[in-house]
């Protein structure tokens, strides 16, 4: 059974810093395109940065492009995304997601795996 997990969550002043982690378990590392979505209270779920299957390519939305960095270790099954200079906004749960499809997507729909979320609360 294929698993993503996330962690990393927590509450943070506006100006900080979190890591997220993402272990994945139970399939072929390599095989996933991974992602990260999050949802805010009362919004739909968005994409926020994705890494192709052997780390060569991200892709991250406008609205974290700069403040975000997403990596992964193919080593170690897992997948990081390092926020920085966060904002109010950036309040939300946050998915990994996994697809076998090539290429970062940033639709919901396109993801097979994800996990139950790491909630991530920023403070002004």
């Known amino acids: 059974q294929v698993q993503f997990v996330e962690s990393g969550g927590g509450s943070v002043q506006a100006g900080g810093s979190l890591t997220l982690s993402c272990a994945v378990s139970g399939g072929a590392f390599s095989d996933y395109v991974v992602s990260w979505f999050r949802q805010a209270p009362g919004k739909q779920r968005e994409f926020v940065a994705g890494v192709t299957r052997l780390g060569s390519g991200t892709s991250y939305a406008n609205s974290v492009k700069g403040r975000f960095i997403i990596s992964r270790v193919n080593t170690k099954n897992m997948v990081n995304l390092q926020l920085n200079s966060l904002r109010s906004e950036d309040t939300g749960v946050y998915y990994c997601?996994?697809?076998?499809?090539?290429?970062?997507?940033?639709?919901?729909?396109?993801?097979?795996?994800w996990g139950q979320g790491t909630q991530v609360t920023v403070s002004s």
């Open positions: 997601a996994g697809s076998v499809r090539p290429g970062v997507s940033g639709s919901a729909s396109v993801y097979t795996y």
